[in-house]
């Protein structure tokens, strides 16, 4: 049976879609995406949606931003966040 994410994460999740796509040479772009990410990921666990929970650890563990530097996994990170806004 398919999660059922509230609404309102789900609007988040699209946005953290969104901002991800802008972020990749953007420090401060990088970090509002990690903490709306991480805050994602407690909003998740609350509400239970623990499969949902796990692809947001996933892409966080990927996630490391770094100043002063371009990130070295935006692909891959980009491709985790492609899949989960396919669903």
């Known amino acids: 049976m398919a999660e059922i994410i509230p609404e309102d ?15 990749s ?6 970090m509002e995406f ?3 990410m991480s805050d994602l990921l ?8 623990y ?9 966080l563990l990927d996630c490391n931003p770094r100043e002063g ?5 935006a692909s891959m990170v980009g491709e985790k966040v492609k899949k989960f806004e396919k669903g």
């Open 69 to 73: 530097s371009h990130c070295d996994k």
């Open 9 to 23: 994460i789900q609007k988040d999740l699209e946005k953290a879609c969104s901002l991800h796509q802008r972020t």
């Open 42 to 49: 407690g909003r998740l666990e609350d509400a239970h949606c």
């Open 51 to 59: 499969r949902a929970a796990d692809r947001v650890m996933g892409i």
């Open 25 to 30: 040479s953007d420090y401060k772009k990088c």
């Open 34 to 36: 990690n903490k709306l």
